[in-house]
């Protein structure tokens, strides 16, 4: 088993800056990567990063180029650094524990309680 627990999250400006964090604690074998997600009200939560055990990265195209996804093996946590934020990037942040194949990440069972990041002026 693994919990997961998000902190960062905010209101911010457009423009501004936030650093979401993720503390993993437990584990499962299957699991060999993370990722960010966010749900906006009214939509489907979609991912926004991915990284793997080996510190490789994906991100979705509404973030990428402004958004950094980061890991400190030693602290167990992940980080989401996004820049440049805009109003649509409002949203429910959620960490979420899962695998990567062939460049596809699949998310686990295993989800954080989620962070509210709210983008306005």
């Known amino acids: 088993q693994v919990q997961l627990v998000e902190s960062g999250g905010g209101s911010v400006q457009p423009g501004g800056s936030l650093r979401l964090s993720c503390a993993a604690s437990?584990?499962?074998?299957?699991?060999?990567?993370m990722a960010w997600y966010r749900q906006a009200p009214g939509k489907q939560r979609e991912l926004v990063a991915a990284?793997?055990?080996?510190?490789?990265?994906n991100y979705a195209d509404s973030v990428k180029g402004r958004s950094t996804i980061s890991r400190d093996n030693a602290k167990n946590t992940v980080y989401l650094q996004i820049n440049s934020l805009k109003p649509e990037d409002t949203a429910d942040y959620y960490c979420?524990?899962?695998?990567?194949?062939?460049?596809?990440?699949?998310?686990?069972?295993?989800w954080g309680q989620g962070t509210q990041v709210t983008v306005s002026s």
């Open positions: 437990g584990s499962d074998f299957r699991v060999n990567a």
């Open positions: 990284i793997t055990d080996g510190g490789g990265t």
């Open positions: 979420n524990a899962g695998w990567e194949y062939r460049g596809t990440y699949y998310a686990g069972d295993y």
